[in-house]
T-cell receptor, first 111, second 114 residues
Framework: KQEVTQIPAALSVPEGENLVLNCSFT??????LQWFRQDPGKGLTSLLL?????REQTSGRLNASLDKSSGRSTLYIAASQPGDSATYLC??????????FGQGTRLTINP | KAGVTQTPRYLIKTRGQQVTLSCSPI?????VSWYQQTPGQGLQFLFE???????NKGNFPGRFSGRQFSNSRSEMNVSTLELGDSALYLC?????????????FGPGTRLTVL
């Protein structure tokens, strides 16, 4: 059974810092991995999707990497801003459309 | 292009009642998935529909059911509500095919069972 773990559960940093969020998964036979952000009481916003054949994806200040063999992904956020405060979730997909989610990292950027 | 829409946004029901939630996917998306989000269990997969057929189902009791219409809109139904069914219910739509796996989520329906 696929399990996804995100560490840390919560992170608070001052504005302007670069930071890394971690995601690990137990079954390396994944189809892809997706990072989302969720604002309080809202739905999920897709940030980046990495196919199993890829090593990383970039969008603006965000960079996500994937090491399938070790079952790890990282989301790097450069020059953090207060608007980046949210819960960040990673999810892996194996085969069909079912996503298995981690519990998320609650990120707070302090002005 | 309009995003995924879910109605209603909020619902309050009492134990034993049933409820129907609706999800309209992004135009052209034929796959719709449903998830339950609770503080204790996080996000858990309920089921996925594609072309009016249920393709995958999570580990939820039979009280949870769904369907998809020919226009790809989907509904989920929960019968005999229990207090533990209080959650944010999210649906997601996606194209199906190589390189088109991104799932786009709606804002969710917040269900409170009293």
């Amino acid at each position: 059974k696929q399990e996804v773990t995100q560490i840390p559960a919560a992170l608070s940093v001052p504005e302007g810092e670069n930071l890394v969020l971690n995601c690990s998964f137990t079954d390396s036979a994944i189809y892809n991995l997706q990072w989302f952000r969720q604002d309080p009481g809202k739905g999920l916003t897709s940030l980046l999707l990495i196919q199993s054949s890829q090593r990383e994806q970039t969008s603006g200040r965000l960079n996500a990497s994937l090491d399938k063999s070790s079952g790890r992904s990282t989301l790097y956020i450069a020059a953090s801003q207060p608007g980046d405060s949210a819960t960040y979730l990673c999810a892996v997909k194996k085969g069909a459309q079912k996503l298995v989610f981690g519990q998320g990292t609650r990120l707070t950027i302090n002005p | 292009k309009a995003g995924v829409t879910q109605t209603p946004r909020y619902l309050i029901k009492t134990r034993g009642q049933q409820v129907t939630l609706s999800c309209s996917p992004i135009s052209g998306h034929r796959s719709v998935s449903w998830y339950q989000q609770t503080p204790g269990q996080g996000l858990q997969f309920l089921f996925e529909y594609f072309s009016e057929t249920q393709r995958n189902k999570g580990n939820f009791p039979g009280r949870f059911s769904g369907r998809q219409f020919s226009n790809s809109r989907s509904e989920m139904n929960v019968s005999t509500l229990e207090l533990g069914d209080s959650a944010l219910y999210l649906c997601a739509s996606s194209l199906v095919g190589a390189g088109t796996d991104t799932q786009y989520f709606g804002p969710g329906t917040r269900l409170t069972v009293l």
